[in-house]
């Protein structure tokens, strides 16, 4: 189930760079250790403003995300500004 759910944030972390972000770099890291798996996602696209995307009720994919790493027991963080891109840190216990 772990990796299902992994693949499933990846595939739609890769999915909004490609419909809104206008990257030109994405980075992917996922890393495993004795008791966590790690997921780092970086671009360099537009960024945009955190708060506003998860008031927002029609914006599903983040709070989708977020309910996928916390079902699984671990944690979803994400941090963008406007011109800068942004990046994402899922953590989830092994």
């Keep these: 189930a772990t990796e299902e759910h992994l693949f499933r944030m990846v595939q739609e972390l890769l ?6 972000a206008n990257a030109e770099d994405v980075t992917i890291e996922l890393k495993r250790n004795i008791d966590e798996i790690y997921l780092y996602v ?5 960024g945009f403003d955190v708060n506003e995307k998860l008031k927002n009720k029609t914006s599903y994919g983040l709070k ?31």
């Design 42 to 46: 970086r671009d360099n696209g537009d």
């Design 64 to 94: 989708t995300l977020k309910e996928r790493a916390e079902e699984l027991g671990g944690t979803f963080a994400v941090r963008s500004k406007k011109g800068e891109g942004t990046y994402v840190i899922i953590r989830l216990p092994v």
């Design 15 to 20: 999915s909004n760079i490609l419909r809104h």
